[in-house]
């Protein structure tokens, strides 16, 4: 099983730096490239201070020119804000432009708060449909001389400008939950990304079953990858521990009410929780985020991901967003990269 590193730009307050917390997010792909992890990701978001991202290809080429070896990968761009002939160009030239290390991650998203300001009156379902109408365009734009009678986006014969450095194109990961996301995703050739929420280590299983029987359903493909991505911190201490668990608590109310889309945001930040709605909430819990996320001591560390290397996933990814100081964010993965990453040599 691989490993790879997932971040972006978290602004928490209004006193945030956002050059320093951009200089923060390079120099953590530079630990995770100098440490021997496979890749770095990052996603795309809008107006959004709790996840910086508007162009995850902006990002890439710049930390492909402070790394080495690390593949680059957006963790996911956004499929209904993009139009397939410009995704496809754009993904290309980063391509080239850091000597074929892309891997191009594609969601629908999960937002409502961006879906209202990006493609006003879209829903979820919409969404899912035109990432599924995307996908296949980007991939014939890169083969050349491809023409599209969409849903969504019609154009006559187009090849994309440029064409990637990688044959045949970088690797298209999807996002996927629901058993059609798995059967399109492995149908089409592309790898799997997969994102437990609340249900802990059955989840975990649930999702990988889904995609063996995508898998099986398609004999004829050969099998793709498939990815775990987790929030994820390794704790010095049994005190660490339970302080990593609070802190993670915190970071999955303040997604749960970005994802609610209920609460005012100024300035791109969320009206901020105070400590009794963190307590109140029905089933985030410090508690659950120990039995749903990874968060222990090395040892614990190592027993859960090799619980996961031997379900069949082929890359762990981890997701380093937690609302922690940097200097907390930086020891726990120089922790995960010398204590835990020899365990899987």
């Known amino acids: 099983m691989k490993f790879s590193l997932f971040a972006h730009m978290e602004r928490i307050s209004p006193e945030d730096d956002q050059k320093r917390l951009y200089d923060e997010f390079v120099e953590l792909c530079k630990i995770a490239d100098a440490g021997g992890m496979h890749a770095v990701w990052t996603g795309e978001h809008h107006g959004m201070n709790f996840t910086i991202s508007p162009n995850p290809f902006l990002n890439l080429v710049d930390v492909a020119r402070q790394t080495k070896n690390v593949r680059l990968g957006t963790g996911t761009v956004i499929a209904p804000f993009w139009h397939p002939i410009r995704l496809a160009g754009e993904a290309a030239l980063t391509d080239i432009i850091t000597d074929g290390r892309l891997d191009l991650g594609i969601a629908r998203g999960a937002y409502s708060f961006e879906y209202e300001r990006m ?105 793709p990858k498939i990815m775990l991505l987790q929030h994820t911190y390794v ?67 190592i027993d859960r991901l090799k619980g996961y290397e031997a379900l069949g996933y082929d890359e762990y990814s981890f997701w380093i967003d937690s609302s922690m100081s940097f200097e907390r964010k930086k020891a726990s993965l120089e922790r995960f990269i010398n204590d835990v990453m020899p365990a899987f040599d």
Not at 133 to 140: H, K, M, S, T
Not at 275 to 292: L, N, Q, T
Request: hydrophobic share 35%.
């Open 119 to 223: 493609v006003p009156g879209m829903d979820a379902w919409e969404a899912g449909q035109r990432m599924r109408e995307l996908i296949p365009a980007v991939q014939g734009l890169w083969k050349g001389d491809y023409a599209q009678d969409g849903e969504f986006h019609s154009f006559p014969k187009t090849t994309s400008s440029p064409k990637p450095l990688q044959q045949d194109g970088p690797p298209i990961w999807v996002a996927a939950r629901d058993p059609n996301s798995h059967d399109f995703a492995v149908a089409n050739g592309c790898n799997v990304q997969v994102t437990p929420l609340w249900k802990g280590d059955g989840e975990i299983a649930e999702l990988i079953e889904k995609f063996n029987d995508a898998c099986a359903k398609h004999p004829n493909v050969k099998r």
């Open 235 to 301: 704790a010095d201490s049994p005190e660490d521990v339970e302080l990593g668990a609070v802190e993670l608590n915190r970071f999955y109310n303040y997604f749960g009410a970005w994802f609610m889309n209920k609460r005012e945001i100024s300035q791109g930040l969320i009206d901020p929780l105070s400590d009794e709605d963190i307590a109140a909430h029905p089933f985030y819990s410090p508690e659950a985020m120990k039995r749903d996320l990874v968060i222990g001591e090395a040892g614990t560390v």
